[in-house]
């Protein structure tokens, strides 16, 4: 996998001069915002609810959907009502390094501890994580970004979307590859 920081200019073309290198000139370059503020998004960005990741965008540029691991899963009426009543017109996914939501096996006991800690009680905490865990097990932030890229393309063909890696160590959004992905 390739994960390119974007001079710019290392965007494919579909992305250069939209609301998908708006959001990594923002967040990466600090560029200063060059829009008029306006009643409508120019962006959706689904992300992952991890505490530790915040973008530096404008505050009418973008509708933010915060989620464990970026899983769109279950939320498409509200992805369609940005495109739809909104009208964005690109999405970004944004995946992010040391996701909990890879390997989810791992972090059971430490999930079941705390729901009991939480007052739950430890069978229906573990029937919890075993119902829900397999919907939520992303396999990897960057094949899963590039899948619900492919997904959301599907479901709206005339949107662009880009799927990008936010990494913790450097703070910035990284365009995933998604050629070179696929052979990683």
């Not at 609301?19 to 409508?40: F, T, V």
């Not at 739950?120 to 075993?130: G, K, M, S, T, Y």
Request: some cysteine; glycine content about 8%.
């Amino acid at each position: 996998m390739k994960a390119i920081l974007p001079a710019l200019d290392n965007l494919p073309s579909a992305y250069r001069d939209s609301a998908i290198s708006d959001l990594l000139a923002y967040h990466n370059l600090g560029m200063a915002y060059r829009h008029r503020p306006s009643s409508q998004a120019k962006l959706l960005v689904g992300m992952c609810m991890d505490y530790r990741k915040r973008l530096r965008i404008p505050e009418d540029f973008a509708y933010v959907i915060r989620t464990a691991g970026a899983n769109f899963r279950g939320l498409e009426f509200q992805i369609s009502f940005a495109v739809g009543v909104g009208g964005v017109r690109a999405i970004a996914v944004v995946g992010h390094d040391q996701c909990r939501m890879n390997d989810l096996a791992a972090q059971r006991d430490a999930f079941v501890s705390g729901l009991i800690k939480a007052g739950w009680e430890r069978h229906v905490a573990e029937l919890h994580f075993q119902e829900c865990a397999p919907r939520f097990e992303i396999g990897g932030p960057v094949k899963f970004a590039c899948a619900q890229a492919r997904h959301l393309r599907q479901q709206y063909p005339r949107i662009t979307v880009a799927p990008l890696l936010y990494k913790h160590g450097t703070d910035r959004l990284y365009f995933i590859d998604e050629d070179k992905s696929e052979k990683t």
